[in-house]
């Protein structure tokens, strides 16, 4: 599911014969993904180029894209129109010709011929059609405003002029060039991507949504707020294979957000907890969706780098969310589940170890012995697989195994498209240099300054998030802003990650907050109520992201002695900033003492040791002053 939720505007068809249709087409999109990752052929003696693949998956991905998405929110949900099939049959024609022809294309490719000139044209009419129907008009008119700049740049004064296209080598370009939609963005999705949704899919389809689910009970049901910490460690555990925040919602607020209210949680504070909980997801390590595999592309390091380096602040935004959560369930009483509705944690580990193994295995394949996170995904698919056949009910039966081929052939759909339209903003900012004149421009509107810098590009994330997936809005930042942030100083990973944060808090932040809309429909809130407690709940990503710019030691970068002396820091400030947020303690505190305590926790996160080790001091004394008075009280 993608981070606006495409699926659920998708065609709900009541015609046997078409449902087979999409069935069919998710099927062999996951088919010839997998012979993609598997490298199948080799065992046969032939060989492909890889464009050849991605031509294949693009034209089924466009052709399913029309076959499951209607045009208008009028057009029928229960068929396929005739100039669907038409628009699905011409979709598939344009990557068929790329897998067809690609080794001829390759020898002529600086030819440009009225043949491929209309292929192109059409091609991208396609990838803006799509993307018009799966996630709206914001992200085909940023798509629209890059190809008139390539096209018509020589009109600009100053800086951003150029050099304009012409129409015909501008849609060879975008069609065939592995700049664009044929490289890099197109190996990840196909590639990688691909490889953690079927495990994600396969996970699901043999029970693992309810052996996480009832593992977050087993853990955090029986104490204070239990509900509420079901839901940060549910989400959490969701979340990193998904890496979609609207999907996250949906799946676990579905059993949590019910259970908060029954327990006590105002609505509008059980669906803040719910949509910061299932955000932070995708900055969960080990998986993190589909952006970090592409991050790890764009940074060229191994993917286990960006894991390691997003992990302690991935941490902090759960510490942070967790203890807000319980001192909002002190402050309104309000008490775990009663001892015989939570499972004992040793029965769910030993009738769940099913799920343990396969991803046990998934972090050794990764972290252990350094494979590549597609065999390693593949990998641990595999020994779900097998393990799975030691328990009845957890056995992949082919029912389940189509279904999970189906699953993430849809899902694919999405995923492709989003890649196709990234691919073309990408190609256009290599094709004219764009991204270099972008970063000369924000550097000088900053004047110098990088906190003005940091700002300028944490508010350009969000709003591009609030209209497109964190993927399109990560990849367009990546190529325009990050090379900037990089200029003035900062480490290649903190830029990138700092893009991230910001793309993904899109999500809680008003006014088009995505994840609050949908908790806010499961809860039956007021959706901007809810956005302003899903921002006090998810401060700490807002801070932290400033503050490991500031200090790399939270990337892990450094000596150990530093890195642990930022962490902890860094943890004793953000309890600090939750006590002054919320208010209470064992107690209510009073506003004297607030303020100089989140004064205190804002000095504990300076880079500055001295400075940083006085904030915490402070933080600790006058947490302490309030452990004891209401003792004594």
């Not at 991905?61 to 049959?89: E, H, M, Q, W």
């Not at 339209?421 to 256009?428: E, Y």
Request: net charge positive; glycine share 8%; aromatic share 10%.
């Amino acid at each position: 599911m993608s981070d606006d939720g495409g699926i659920e505007r998708g065609r709900t068809l009541s015609r046997p014969a078409e449902r087979e249709l999409v069935r069919v087409v998710a099927v062999l999109i996951a088919l010839v993904a997998l012979s993609y990752v598997l490298d199948i052929f080799i065992s046969f003696d032939i060989t492909f180029y890889k464009e050849q693949f991605f031509g294949l998956l693009y034209g089924l991905v466009f052709a399913g894209g029309f076959l499951v998405f209607p045009a208008t929110k009028g057009a029928p949900r229960d068929r396929i129109a005739l100039y669907d099939y038409v628009l699905a049959s011409l979709g598939l024609a344009i990557g068929l010709y790329v897998f067809i022809a690609y080794p001829a294309i390759v020898l002529t490719a600086g030819i440009i011929t009225p043949f491929k000139t209309a292929l192109g044209a059409i091609a991208v009419l396609i990838i803006l059609e799509l993307t018009r129907r799966i996630f709206g008009w914001p992200l085909v008119i940023l798509a629209a405003i890059f190809i008139l700049y390539a096209k018509f740049n020589y009109m600009l004064p100053g800086p951003l002029g150029g050099r304009g296209k012409d129409w015909a080598r501008l849609a060879v370009y975008l069609y065939l060039d592995t700049n664009s939609m044929l490289g890099l963005i197109a190996a990840v999705v196909f590639g990688m991507v691909f490889a953690f949704i079927l495990f994600g899919r396969v996970l699901f389809a043999t029970g693992g949504a309810d052996f996480f689910t009832d593992l977050s009970m087993a853990l955090m049901g029986r104490w204070r707020g239990g509900p509420a910490k079901v839901a940060v460690v549910a989400s959490s555990l969701f979340g990193t294979l998904s890496g979609s925040a609207s999907s996250n919602v949906v799946i676990t607020g579905s059993i949590t957000i019910p259970m908060m209210t029954r327990i006590g949680y105002r609505p509008s504070v059980a669906a803040a907890v719910e949509s910061v909980a299932s955000s932070g997801g995708g900055l969960m390590p080990p998986i993190m969706g589909a952006t970090a595999f592409i991050m790890a592309e764009f940074l060229s390091v191994p993917y286990r780098e960006v894991v390691i380096a997003a992990l302690l602040p991935a941490v902090l935004y759960y510490v942070s969310l967790f203890l807000q959560v319980d001192l909002e369930a002190a402050k309104a009483g309000i008490r775990g589940f009663a001892g015989d509705r939570i499972p004992r944690l040793f029965a769910v580990l030993l009738r769940g170890w099913v799920f343990v193994a396969p991803l046990a295995l998934l972090v050794y394949c990764l972290f252990v012995i350094f494979l590549s996170p597609s065999k390693s995904a593949m990998i641990a698919t595999a020994a779900l697989v097998v393990v799975g056949f030691a328990r009845r009910e957890t056995w992949l039966t082919p029912r389940r195994a189509i279904a999970s081929l189906d699953d993430t052939g849809r899902l694919l759909i999405e995923i492709g498209v989003i890649g196709a339209v990234a691919a073309i903003v990408v190609g256009i900012v290599n094709l004219t240099g764009l991204g270099l004149v972008f970063s000369q421009i924000l550097l000088s509107v900053s004047g110098g300054s990088l906190h003005l810098l940091l700002l300028l590009t944490a508010a350009a994330s969000i709003v591009l998030g609030m209209s497109m997936p964190v993927t399109a809005s990560y990849i367009i930042l990546a190529v325009l802003a990050a090379p900037a942030l990089v200029e003035a100083g900062v480490p290649e990973m903190a830029a990138h990650l700092f893009i991230f944060y910001f793309a993904i808090l899109s999500f809680i932040t008003p006014p088009v907050c995505v994840a609050v809309y949908i908790a806010s429909a499961i809860a039956r809130s007021k959706p901007m109520e809810t956005a302003v407690h899903a921002m006090k709940l998810g401060i700490v990503a807002y801070v932290v992201p400033f503050v490991f710019v500031a200090d790399a030691a939270l990337l892990m970068e450094g000596a150990p002695a530093n890195i642990a002396l930022a962490f902890v820091t860094a943890v004793i400030g953000f309890i600090g900033l939750a006590i002054a947020l919320q208010g209470y303690y064992t107690r209510a505190v009073p506003w004297f003492v607030r303020v100089p305590l989140a004064a205190a926790a804002i000095l504990a996160l300076v880079d500055i040791v001295e400075v940083r080790v006085a904030g915490a001091v402070a933080v600790l004394v006058l947490v302490g002053w309030q452990h004891v008075a209401a003792a004594r009280a």
